[in-house]
Structure formats: structure tokens, C-alpha cells
């Protein structure tokens, strides 16, 4: 991103490690709300950002906020071991911990202050259902969200934690087996997830899972899609599926590779009839698309499908099924026919037809690719080629780390190596680095995924500095 506003510059270090840690002295001393983080603050530190404008005492759950940084403060730590870092990522383990709700997982965003605290079900602040039903006025207040890879970058922030510190914190592992058990009791029979762990359906209504089918027919405008159906909007079922296999290795559970078999089905299951072997975003019970929200109409939807593929493909080299591989070989194959002449791919594609289907501003249906619903990608390459890439490799007998490390925690901000190199000589002296008029969370992680794995530590800098004595001298990696 271009830089387009900058605070005065020093003759500070060409050393990109030491540039970095001073990103990283700023963010923890300057910007951290009880351990936590938002997504963006402005230059004079007066406005910050989440979803929109955020309020004091708000941290929010969502990468590139607390789970994020305090990934990046981790990833710091195991290149540099300057212990810090580790009590940086500490407090943000803290903040994370204040975060969880009874339902097991993370809301989008998390109160600090003690009044507004008082109205959420905070693990630690609410003994029981009881109380947590006893709150008024806030319909929010248990519900743990798999969207957006809130409550999955959340527990696989404590689980990369954990692992680091050697499981010094018992609340800390307490709180990621509670979490994970909450989340195997939610999902439904057939493998799908619910979007909110506090709205889960009746079990009942979801049975093991048949084959997906298209509609008769659909209507071209929006229709509200049932309280009750299976999603894998926002590469939802892909995240989780992350999740459930990064925690096998951090703790071998038979329930855990259950489950991911589990989700590996319903995805199969999902699957559309040929030739349109992609999946939708949203189904109905009988495994139909449906609309979602009024810019999201029933269609095959490339971006999706791609994290179907990735999940279907960790699966496979996970448990050596063939039938995963073959799933995603076919939605590789749908994926390649569907690409458009520019090179990129549409969002959504009509059902039957295959015709590259936008929308409008006004949220109509249109096959031209011209004035589209801003805010909202309808065009690009939405990590499809990577997938592609992955199964011609797993196909020729490569057995690729799909997911390296922990690197999951980080989405949504990814750190690819073809992106334009950050403009590390415009931090200034305190550690500031404006990007689009904003200091970003997100530049910060990039900055520290840039100086590459912990491995790389002695081509970055010499860092003498012993870890602490309750560190665990290497990190486990999922």
C-alpha cells in the first residue's frame, strides 16, 4: 500500500528486525487496550477502528485486531527471543481470555471496562447459563461467532500461546479445551457448522448429510434466507477445518478428527452436480442454494469454493482418504473452465447456466461486470490460483504444509511474498508507520511475517538474548 501521510523520519536503523521490534515497542506500549487491539488508529491516537468507529475500552476479536497482533507479537519472539515479545503476546492472551463468551467462542468484539462488561457472558466474569439468561437487553451477549475466523484465530491464538510458553498458564488451556469441546457439541450431524455458537438449531433438523442438488427454480430478487441453514459464506467451514486440525496436533483427540472427517462429508455432500462441482454459499436444508445476504444470490461461488478445496485437501493429507482428494480435483476442474479472459474469476457463477453473475449496486442481479456493489469483491483472484496450485501438487504425489504452522491464525490478513515490499524506512523514531492516513494492525503483522520464519533469525539479526526460563526453547507446530 502506498504510504500517504507520514510523521517525521529519523535516521533511524536499516536493520529491518530492529525497525520492526520498534513497530512492535509502539503497538504495545501505545495502542494496546488492556492487552488488546483494534483494527486501525489514527495519527494522533484519538479515533480507533474495527468494523467502523470503535469505542474506548473496545477490543476487537477479529484479525487484524487482538488475535492478530498478538500472533505478530509471537512470531516476534521466535525470531528475535528477546522476551518482550512474549509478554507483549502474553497480554494479548489475557485479553483474548476475557473475551470468551459461555458459548465457547468469541464475539466480534470484546468490552474492557467493567459497566459494559457487566451486560456480555464473559467466561470469567459469569459463573453459569443462569446469569448468563439473566442479563437483559442484549441479544449478543453469548454469541460466539465461526464467522470471519473470529472464534477460530481466537482459540488457535491460545493454542500457538500455549505451546510457546510451554502451558505455563492452566487458564490458558483451560479455556482452549473448554472452547473446543463447546464448539464439537455444536456441530450438526450431517458436518456442517452453525455460524454463531450461542444460535445453535436443534440437531435434529440437520440430518447426515445427502447429495446437494439446484433448485427448480429461484427467484432473481432477494429472498431472506431461513434462520436455519448451512453456510460456508466468508470460507467459514475452511477456517474451522483449520482449526480442528491444527488442535489435533496440539492435543491428539480422536474427536477432533472426527469432527474434521465430519466436516470433510458434509463438504462432499455440498458439492453441486456436474459440471458445476463448486459449492454455494449458503444452502437450505435439502442442500439447495439459497440467497444469502441481498448481494450474495444462490450460485456457485468461486471464492469458496477454493477454501473447499484447501480444507478437502488438508483432510486428504491428513487422513489419506482419496475421496477428499478426488472432491477437490473436481472443483479444480470447474474452477479452471469458469476462469474469465481477464485471468481472474467472478464471485458468483448463475446455476445451470455458468455465466459469470454480478451485482449491482442497487443489488440487482446483472451479467455485466460494470458498476458493482462497492465494498464487496466481485471480482478477482481470491487465492484460486494457490488452490489450483495445491492440488496439481498433492495430485503428483507431493505432500505440501498446506497451512504453515500457525500461520491460519493470521487471516484475514495474509502475508504473500508478491505483495509490494512495506515501507519500513517511513517508521519513525516512536514506531509509527502511516498507511492510507491510519496506523493498521494489519501493517504491523505483514511487517513481522516479512522478516520470514523463525528460522530465518540469524540472516535478520544476531539476537544473543536468552528466552525466559518458563519458555519452551521451540515452538510446536500444528
Not at 466480534?108 to 466474569?125: G, H, M, S, V
Not at 447429495?211 to 436455519?228: D, F, G, I, N, Q
Not at 536468552?466 to 526453547?473: G, Q, T, V
Request: with cysteine; hydrophobic share 40%.
Amino acid at each position: 500500500m502506498p504510504v500517504r501521510a507520514e510523521i517525521k523520519q529519523t535516521a533511524a536503523s536499516t536493520d529491518p528486525v530492529a525497525t520492526v521490534e520498534r513497530m512492535g515497542e509502539f503497538f504495545a506500549t501505545h495502542l494496546a487496550t488492556s492487552g488488546g487491539y483494534v483494527y486501525a488508529y489514527s495519527p494522533d491516537l484519538k479515533v480507533r477502528r474495527g468494523e467502523g468507529r470503535v469505542d474506548n475500552g473496545v477490543v476487537w476479536n477479529q484479525p487484524p485486531g487482538t488475535p492478530g497482533v498478538g500472533a505478530a507479537f509471537l512470531r516476534l519472539y521466535e525470531i528475535t527471543r528477546d522476551p518482550r515479545w512474549l509478554k507483549a503476546a502474553g497480554a494479548a492472551a489475557q485479553a483474548t481470555l476475557n473475551g470468551q463468551l459461555l458459548s465457547g467462542g468469541w464475539y466480534n468484539f470484546t468490552e474492557t471496562l467493567p459497566d459494559r462488561r457487566a451486560q456480555w457472558c464473559y467466561r470469567t466474569a459469569v459463573a453459569n447459563a443462569e446469569a448468563c439468561a439473566a442479563i437483559e437487553g442484549n441479544k449478543e451477549r453469548n454469541n460466539a461467532t465461526l464467522d470471519d475466523n473470529i472464534t477460530q484465530s481466537n482459540l488457535g491464538f491460545l493454542m500457538w500461546y500455549d505451546t510457546v510458553t510451554d502451558g505455563k498458564d492452566p487458564a490458558i488451556g483451560d479455556a482452549i479445551r473448554y472452547g473446543l469441546n463447546q464448539l464439537l457439541k455444536a456441530q450438526y450431524p450431517n458436518g456442517s457448522w452453525p455460524v454463531f455458537l450461542g444460535r445453535v438449531f436443534p440437531h435434529k433438523r440437520f440430518a447426515a448429510a445427502w447429495r446437494a442438488r439446484l433448485p427448480e427454480t429461484w427467484s432473481k430478487e432477494w429472498v431472506k434466507p431461513p434462520s436455519a441453514a448451512m453456510v460456508l459464506n466468508d470460507q467459514l467451514v475452511r477456517d474451522t477445518m483449520r482449526l480442528l486440525l491444527a488442535a489435533d496436533r496440539y492435543e491428539a483427540r480422536e474427536d477432533l478428527i472426527a469432527a474434521a472427517r465430519r466436516t470433510g462429508d458434509f463438504l462432499l455432500a455440498a458439492q453441486l452436480p456436474a459440471p458445476q462441482r463448486g459449492w454455494a454459499q449458503t444452502y437450505n436444508l435439502d442442500l439447495e442454494p439459497i440467497w444469502g445476504r441481498k448481494f450474495e444470490p444462490p450460485a456457485v461461488a468461486s471464492r469458496e469454493t477454493a477454501g473447499a478445496i484447501e480444507a478437502l485437501l488438508q483432510l486428504y493429507l491428513r487422513t489419506g482418504e482419496k475421496r477428499y482428494l478426488d472432491g477437490a480435483v473436481e472443483a479444480a476442474d470447474w474452477l479452471r473452465q469458469s476462469r474469465r479472459p481477464s485471468g481472474d474469476w467472478a464471485r458468483f457463477y448463475e446455476l445451470g447456466t455458468n455465466r459469470p453473475l454480478y451485482v449491482t449496486g442497487e443489488d440487482t442481479l446483472t451479467y455485466d461486470d460494470k458498476e458493482l456493489h462497492k465494498g464487496y469483491s466481485l471480482v478477482g483472484e481470491f487465492g484460486i490460483g494457490a488452490a489450483l496450485d495445491l492440488v496439481d501438487r498433492v495430485k503428483a504425489g507431493e505432500k505440501p504444509t498446506i497451512v504453515e504452522g500457525w500461520n491460519w491464525v493470521f487471516e484475514p490478513t495474509p502475508y504473500s511474498l508478491n505483495e509490494p515490499r512495506l515501507a519500513l524506512g517511513h517508521v519513525d523514531a516512536e514506531g509509527r508507520l502511516i498507511e492510507n492516513d491510519w496506523i493498521q494492525s494489519g501493517t504491523f503483522i505483514r511487517a513481522v511475517r516479512s522478516l520470514g520464519p523463525p528460522d530465518a533469525k540469524a540472516q535478520n539479526k544476531a539476537q544473543n538474548t536468552e528466552p525466559p526460563a518458563n519458555a519452551a526453547p521451540a515452538t510446536k507446530t500444528p
